[in-house]
């Protein structure tokens, strides 16, 4: 792991590790999500439940990339008939081990499954965890260990955030100031570019994911296969009863506006966007 990568992970460690905020706190939103239907995407083509991606998820196993406390390894164990997963976060991986004993649970390096076995999982998933990655590298070493321990006919949907009026990414010189509005607005810090490698940045988990946008679509999918010979996306509205506010209990300040004016939003992602991958590049 180079440099960069390892300064990045470390970060994202202390992030999660230093907190004193519990593992429901930490996730943001937490209602929220847990009454996602997560599982109609991540299972079924442009989430509709005709058309499963897998021929028998009874049978199948399954890997969550992030998976935190655990809490989407309980939802989809109910219809897969085994979920294992890893998380960067030595206090995550503690309480989802407690939580899901049925489950193996690895800690992982924030580049790759951990000590997941090779070619032994039918399908692998994200969800509300490697958007919060912005650093593209990062991401790569990821998908280059999905792509190990997925069998030869595994298949794989990652989560992501999207929005129509992308860029969120700074184009320009930050305005002067800068530091007063995310002081007094608690504004997010604009997110990085698909491709970009923020290996600065100051934290995670909303604080600087990774954007993209329409136009950037071609782009992303051609990313994607790189590790895969068959990617489709899909999306889901969510721009309609979001939350009230970032998920740490602010009401949102700022009236909303266009969220390219001044290189600032102030309002919560448009879609999740669902990527399929299938044939995995071995």
Same mark, same amino acid.
């Given at each position: ?21 519990? #593992? ?15 599982? *109609? ?5 442009? $989430?509709?439940?005709?058309?499963? #991606?897998?021929?028998?998820?009874? &049978? /199948? &196993? ?26 960067? @976060? ?8 407690? &939580? *899901?004993? $049925? ?5 992982? /390096? ?5 000590? +997941?076995?090779? @070619?032994?999982?039918?399908? /692998? ?13 990062? %991401? ?7 792509? =190990? ?26 305005? +002067? ?14 997110? +990085?570019?698909?491709?970009?490698? %923020?290996?600065?940045?100051?934290? *995670?988990?909303?604080?600087?994911? #990774? ?19 068959? #990617? ?6 969510? @721009? ?9 209990? &602010? ?18 992602? *448009? ?6 991958? =299938?044939?995995?590049?071995?």
């Amino acid at each position: 792991m180079s440099d960069y990568l390892k300064q990045y992970a470390s970060m994202q460690k202390l992030f999660y590790d230093a907190t004193p905020a519990s #593992v429901e706190e930490i996730v943001g939103n937490y209602d929220y999500h847990e009454n996602f239907p997560y599982e *109609t995407h991540l299972l079924h083509r442009y $989430g509709d439940i005709r058309k499963p #991606v897998l021929a028998d998820p009874s &049978r /199948a &196993r399954g890997f969550e990339i992030g998976c935190g406390e655990g809490r989407m390894i309980r939802r989809m164990a109910r219809l897969l008939r085994q979920v294992d997963g890893a998380d960067i @976060s030595e206090k995550m991986v503690r309480a989802a081990r407690s &939580r *899901t004993p $049925g489950s193996e649970i690895f800690l992982s /390096a924030g580049t790759d499954c951990g000590g +997941a076995p090779s @070619s032994s999982y039918d399908f /692998a998933y994200c969800a509300i965890s490697m958007q919060h990655i912005c650093v593209h590298d990062t %991401r790569a070493a990821i998908l280059d260990d999905i792509v =190990r321990i997925l069998r030869p006919d595994g298949c794989a949907t990652l989560q992501f955030f999207f929005s129509r009026y992308y860029p969120y990414c700074r184009t320009s010189a930050p305005p +002067a100031n800068e530091s007063f509005l995310l002081d007094v607005h608690h504004l997010d810090r604009l997110h +990085a570019r698909w491709f970009e490698n %923020r290996w600065d940045a100051a934290g *995670t988990n909303s604080v600087c994911d #990774v954007a993209f946008g329409t136009q950037d679509i071609p782009e992303v999918v051609g990313d994607f296969k790189r590790w895969f010979g068959e #990617v489709e996306v899909w999306f889901h509205d969510i @721009s309609i009863g979001r939350p009230e506010s970032r998920g740490n209990g &602010r009401p949102r300040i700022l009236p909303e506006v266009h969220p390219n004016c001044h290189g600032w939003e102030d309002a919560w992602f *448009t879609h999740m966007a669902f990527f399929h991958l =299938r044939e995995p590049r071995k």
